[in-house]
């Protein structure tokens, strides 16, 4: 199974605004609502920060978006903090009940 | 509070076996289905498997046919047999369960336990 592809990496100034986008196939992103979204710092586990194309499990601050159009799924993280300086990653369902996960984008909060 | 706690991995010879655990507690785990996600050093995530509630199994189609992935219910645990090891199966291997809200995302990951396939 493919990767989705993400960019390697993305950067935004403190209380700034990023987008990382995340693009896939008719076979997962284009078909099903079920993109999620998942934060990793160093040496950690990863976190949910957005299920289902859009939707924040609690706890999750609402700085965090998710959206998609077409074959590309897309998180929005405004009011960039310190904090949010991590790795993150999309994942999507896809036919034949499997999961992929994209590459992963390094967001640096500078 | 839910937590999952993965066990088994250690360093293991290419062409050999390992079987990972994940002890599961804070929620009804015969509820949920289950997942496993490995991360080699300095990559992303990949996926792995899954059982669903009803004990059937998928696979990524880079390990169908050397893992296995089963769970006990009345142990509250998840397991994956691997077999046929080979240096690019090194990786921090992590249990993860499907999301309470939704049954496609990864709500509770453990914290992993590494793999080391190598001579």
């Known amino acids: 199974q493919s990767a989705l592809t993400q960019p390697a990496s993305v950067s935004g100034s403190l209380g700034q605004s990023i987008t990382i986008s995340c693009t896939g196939t008719?076979?997962?992103?284009?078909?099903?609502?079920?993109v999620s979204w998942y934060q990793q710092h160093p040496g950690k586990a990863p976190k949910i920060m957005i299920f289902d194309v859009s939707y924040r499990p609690p706890g999750i601050s609402d700085r965090f978006s998710g959206s998609k159009s077409g074959n590309t799924a897309s998180l929005t993280i405004s009011g960039l903090q310190a904090e949010d300086e991590a790795d993150y990653y999309c994942?999507?369902?896809?036919?034949?009940?499997?999961?992929?996960f994209g590459g992963g984008t390094t967001l640096t909060v500078l | 509070e839910v937590q999952l706690v993965e066990s088994g991995g250690g360093l293991v010879q290419p062409g050999g076996s390992l079987r990972l655990s994940c002890a599961a507690s804070g929620f009804t785990f015969r509820t949920y289905d289950m997942h496993w996600v490995r991360q080699a050093p300095g990559k992303g995530l990949e996926w792995v498997a899954c059982v669903r509630t009803g004990g059937d199994p998928h696979y990524s189609d880079s390990v169908k046919g050397r893992f296995t992935i089963s769970r006990d219910n009345g142990k509250s645990s998840l397991y994956l047999q691997m077999n046929s090891l080979r240096a690019g199966d090194t990786a921090v291997y992590y249990c993860?369960?499907?999301?309470?809200?939704?049954?496609?995302?990864?709500?509770?990951w453990g914290q992993g336990t590494l793999v080391t396939v190598s001579s």
């Open positions: 008719s076979s997962d992103i284009g078909t099903y609502k079920y």
């Open positions: 994942s999507s369902y896809k036919s034949g009940i499997t999961w992929v």
């Open positions: 993860a369960r499907a999301g309470s809200s939704g049954w496609y995302s990864l709500d509770h």
